[in-house]
């Protein structure tokens, strides 16, 4: 019996230290950055974890523009997030595949959280959602994110500053897709993946300029046309549905974040994409640096970038309503089925504005 208790609390030991060896840490690191545990024998059923994960190398990232309490980044205080991608970038002949993976890092969510936004049109229109980001590189390269895409998406934390990666490897092929060297801003909801810039060194906080009259509590609010700018510049304006453009229905649970629930019932219009495309050309600098503001009758407005509307890989489709007798909500109306709240689905929207940075 001593023999049998002897073994068993050997046994005890072994699997505890073996426990300890699984647990993955920055101290598990080899000398050349290759974590040591990697299971390559399917031990278990995630296949996110079949292959080394390598240290990118890192540098400062800082918070400039429209806040309080500018500064840079503490990551030893914010939780590691892990993201899964297909990284694919645009090219003549048809988009280029880089690679998948899986990429460890610090959410644009926690990064941004005890930021405390001032706003240097707060005075006229409070709302956070005229809001975006421009995030830079050590090379000068910049990208756009709207406010919205990082704090009122279904999905949170899948805008990410990595510094860890792993190759998801096919089984059959073994392909080793190439490794990135250096930290990376990774947005997981893009189909092209034009916006992953390496090196990110600054966020900058900023509020679209757009001049519009805010009349609160307009009743009733109403606009029977729906026009397009490029650059401030109107160049096309709708009075009934753009045509040639198919209808789709979306189930929804419409909420907001100040009056909660709305409705269940589904919006049906055509997806904003495809008339965003036939005006502004998907092209790598509008993937990156293109934003879209929409108005509303009473001065309402609100941030989306390019990509987001036009370069989901979700499916998550922003549409656009044509209900001319809806009186106190038409003609036109913004749907985004991408967010959690509706305060971007805009009603009596009357323009939409597009720029670049």
């Not at 049109?121 to 000068?140: R, S």
């Not at 919205?148 to 096919?170: C, D, F, Q, S």
């Not at 993937?287 to 509303?296: D, G, P, Y």
Request: include cysteine.
């Amino acid at each position: 019996m001593k023999k049998k208790i002897g073994y068993f609390v050997v046994a005890v030991i072994i699997m505890s230290v073996s426990a300890c060896n699984n647990t993955k840490s920055d101290s598990d690191m080899n000398e050349d950055n290759t974590v040591v545990e990697a299971d390559t024998v399917d031990a278990t059923n995630n296949f996110y974890d079949n292959a080394e994960t390598y240290n990118l190398e890192t540098n400062e990232l800082e918070i400039l523009g429209e806040v309080a309490n500018p500064g840079k980044v503490d990551f030893s205080a914010l939780p590691l997030r892990t993201v899964i991608v297909k990284e694919t970038l645009l090219d003549e002949n048809g988009d280029k595949f880089v690679g998948a993976y899986r990429y460890d890092g610090y959410s644009l969510y926690d990064i941004l959280n005890h930021t405390k936004v001032e706003k240097k049109n707060a005075d006229e229109f409070p709302p956070i959602i005229d809001q975006y980001v421009e995030i830079e590189n050590a090379d000068g390269e910049k990208v756009v994110l709207s406010w919205g895409e990082i704090y009122y998406p279904n999905h949170l934390h899948e805008i990410i500053i990595a510094t860890k990666v792993m190759r998801i490897v096919p089984s059959k092929t073994n392909e080793l897709w190439p490794l990135p060297e250096k930290s990376k801003l990774v947005v997981v909801s893009d189909l092209i993946t034009e916006r992953n810039i390496s090196s990110p060194t600054k966020i900058t906080v900023k509020s679209y300029e757009l001049d519009l009259e805010i009349v609160k509590g307009k009743d009733p609010m109403y606009s029977e046309e729906f026009s397009l700018f490029n650059n401030y510049e109107k160049f096309k304006t709708y009075t009934t549905q753009p045509e040639g453009y198919e209808e789709i229905s979306l189930h929804t649970i419409f909420y907001g974040r100040g009056r909660g629930i709305h409705s269940t019932q589904p919006f049906t219009g055509i997806q904003l994409k495809y008339l965003v495309e036939d005006n502004f050309l998907f092209t790598k600098d509008a993937l990156q640096k293109a934003l879209i503001v929409f108005s509303a009758d009473d001065g309402y407005r609100c941030v989306y970038s390019y990509s987001e509307i036009c370069n989901r890989n979700d499916q998550a489709d922003v549409l656009l309503l044509y209900r001319p007798d809806e009186i106190n909500k038409g003609a036109f109306r913004i749907y985004p089925s991408c967010d959690f709240f509706s305060d971007r689905a805009v009603k009596c929207a009357m323009g939409m504005y597009y720029s670049e940075i």
